[in-house]
């Protein structure tokens, strides 16, 4: 998620400057076609980036003409011209998979702030050495982010922490990762599953990847003006991008990381209980949340998280 629009240093919180590290993740697809979107997916050369049975767009090093649904967006303009697309035809996807990544994170005790943040702190190491050489290896600058690991009330330049469902998130504006140390235990449940707290991280992370590519401000500038049903699905795919950026991360490192079938499923789990539930739109459906990180965690490429040329039906 990304954050409000806050600021000022507050008692009881820690800055870890110019390292990186928040958290808070933000449902439909029936399974059949959850699963045949995986299947065919997972067909595809990686630099294909996706496809589905109903011909889903296709982003790949080539560029051009962003391929469309019947009723999907019109033509995108090329990245690296004059009106370079910087949502559908972004560098960030021309690069390929991610690579394995290696990571070392301590034991977890949820029940032990110290415990949660070193954990915390030693999965965002990981994050940025992983982007940090991706953007790299694709010719862009990137800078990591501020790490801000909250544990009372404050504000940031986005706005005031903790809100209501807002464990963790990333304010553009100062490109800071703030995290409440014990607010996401609570949020999750005190769950003692690292798995959870990783994704949550990641996700929050995929938010800096958007901003380091410009994504975020082609984003704002997009919803600037626009109804209100045009900004909720502007900011379905946004999240669900993130949350496609996160998986990508977990892929390349589950195997240093010990992440096997079954944290795979707690992570899909608690994937589906972030997503928008009662009235609200902006995060996605359980079906489609759990659609994105699974695609992001199996093709491990940043192009297999381009929602913006989706079509609706996948980022609702």
């Avoid at 949820?110 to 943040?117: A, F, K, L, N």
Wanted: charged content about 20%.
């Amino acid at each position: 998620m990304s954050g409000p629009d806050f600021w000022s240093e507050r008692p009881g919180l820690l800055q870890r400057t110019g390292l990186g590290v928040s958290l808070t993740l933000g449902t439909g697809l029936a399974a059949a076609a959850f699963t045949g979107f995986l299947a065919i997916s997972a067909l595809l050369p990686s630099s294909n980036a996706w496809s589905h049975p109903a011909s889903l767009p296709v982003s790949g090093a080539g560029g051009g003409t962003a391929s469309t649904t019947e009723g999907a967006s019109a033509e995108r303009p090329v990245a690296g011209t004059d009106q370079a697309d910087l949502l559908g035809d972004n560098p960030l996807y021309r690069v390929g998979e991610l690579g394995e990544v290696t990571c070392e994170a301590p034991g977890l005790d949820e029940d032990d702030p110290e415990s949660v943040e070193a954990f915390v702190h030693a999965i965002a190491d990981c994050l940025d050495q992983a982007w940090g050489s991706y953007f790299s290896a694709a010719g862009m600058e990137f800078t990591a982010p501020n790490r801000v690991y909250w544990y009372a009330a404050g504000h940031s330049p986005c706005g005031a922490f903790p809100t209501e469902d807002t464990a963790a998130f990333y304010c553009q504006a100062n490109q800071g990762l703030y995290l409440g140390v014990k607010d996401i235990v609570a949020a999750s449940a005190g769950s003692d599953k690292p798995e959870a707290y990783t994704f949550l991280l990641s996700h929050e992370y995929g938010h800096h990847v958007q901003g380091q590519s410009r994504v975020l401000a082609e984003f704002h500038s997009e919803r600037a003006g626009a109804e209100q049903e045009e900004v909720d699905e502007l900011t379905r795919r946004n999240e669900l991008q993130a949350n496609c950026l996160g998986g990508v991360f977990l892929g390349a490192s589950d195997e240093s990381l010990g992440f096997g079938r079954s944290e795979r499923k707690n992570i899909l789990d608690d994937v589906e209980l972030r997503a928008d539930r009662g009235g609200e739109h902006t995060h996605g459906s359980a079906g489609n949340s759990r659609l994105w990180t699974a695609h992001g965690m199996d093709r491990v490429n940043p192009a297999a998280c381009n929602t913006w040329n989706a079509p609706e039906e996948l980022v609702w």
